[in-house]
Structures are given as structure tokens and as C-alpha cells.
């Protein structure tokens, strides 16, 4: 990512990871901080737990199973020219599937779930892929991810928020792409491929 002003937390999760083989990864002048957790930690406790090892005033969620481009991040700060957004994220409007080697284009999630604003308590929903996430770090501290949900933390922080009142940007779909492998038990959450295949198109 060529976003100049960041830093990467990368949390492992598992006992199977080599902290020392991840650290030997990074170049030198690099602002890379790895740590590990047990599998016992939840997702949601090791996203909260890399927040916590930065002071930088955005946080961004960026999975290991999908893929982003090298503006992804310098797009979304782009955004606090025209609004202070307090959380953000984009919809999966382009899907990469292994199987084919084919990039697809979703029009109805492109024209329907970006580019939107979704006032907090208000009953709008909100659409956008989980590895996407951005938000500002000192509200996240007051509303962490969850720490005891097994599956859908990115989901429930967005209700969360939501519901305490906080607004949501859906920035533009460019720069991601929500990847799909042919791998069985390959990804924590398994897309409607089969919907995604009728609804989109092949553009790579």
C-alpha cells in the first residue's frame, strides 16, 4: 500500500505460526509490529488487541484472505475532505474466484452499497464486506469488537456503532476485492458464489 503514513499490526493467530519467520519478512525502515495469540483468543480479541498497540487516529481492518489494491488505503483517507467519517467501509462489487482465475463485477452491490452515508440510530442498513473496516481508534476503545462471537464481529461492531449513534460511510468499491478461493474451509465465511456467478460479470 502506497498510503504514505501508516503502520502494519499483524496479530497470528494459532500456535502453528512462526513469529520469527513473520519477522524476518520485514525490511528494514518498515513500521511492521507482529505478535501471536493462542487459538483460544476470538477474532474480535485480537483485533482489539492490535488497536491497542498503536496511537494512529484510523484504524483499518485488512484480512489475509482478500485482496487489496495499492491505493486502498489513500483512497479511504481521501475521504475526510468531504466527511469526518467515525466508521467506514467498502462493499465486494469486485470478486476475485479462483476457480476460473476470474475477476467478477457485482452491479447490484456496486450500485447499490456504495457511496452511501447511513445516518447512526437511524434503521438504514448497512452493506459492506468486513475486511474493509476503518474507524477511529478512540471510539473503538469505548466499543471494541466483540470478544466472546466466534463468527460475525465485523457485523456486530457495525450494529454496535450504529446503534450508539455513530455515522457510516460506504466509500467507492475500487481498490478491494473480496477473494474466493476453490479451497474447502479455505475462508471463515463462505460466499453465495453460486449468486455472485448469476448476478455478476467476468471483466478479468
Known sequence: DRYPHKELVVVLHGHEASVADARSLIRPGEAISIFQLGKAASLGECLNFAAAQTDAEYWAKVDDDDLYGPEYLSDIMLYRRAVDFPLGGKCSAFVYSQAGDQIRWDRRHAASRAWQFRR?????????????????????????????????????????????????????????????????????????????????????
Open 120 to 204: 447512526g440510530g437511524s434503521e438504514e442498513r448497512v452493506y459492506v464486506a468486513g475486511g474493509t473496516l476503518v474507524g477511529k481508534t478512540e471510539l473503538l476503545r469505548e466499543l471494541p469488537f466483540s470478544a466472546t462471537r466466534r463468527r460475525g464481529s465485523d457485523s456486530e461492531l457495525v450494529r454496535s456503532w450504529h446503534a450508539a449513534g455513530h455515522d457510516f460511510v460506504a466509500f467507492d468499491y475500487f481498490n478491494f476485492a473480496l477473494y474466493r478461493s476453490d479451497t474447502p474451509d479455505f475462508h471463515t465465511w463462505n460466499a453465495d458464489m453460486a449468486g455472485i456467478r448469476e448476478r455478476s460479470t467476468v471483466v478479468g
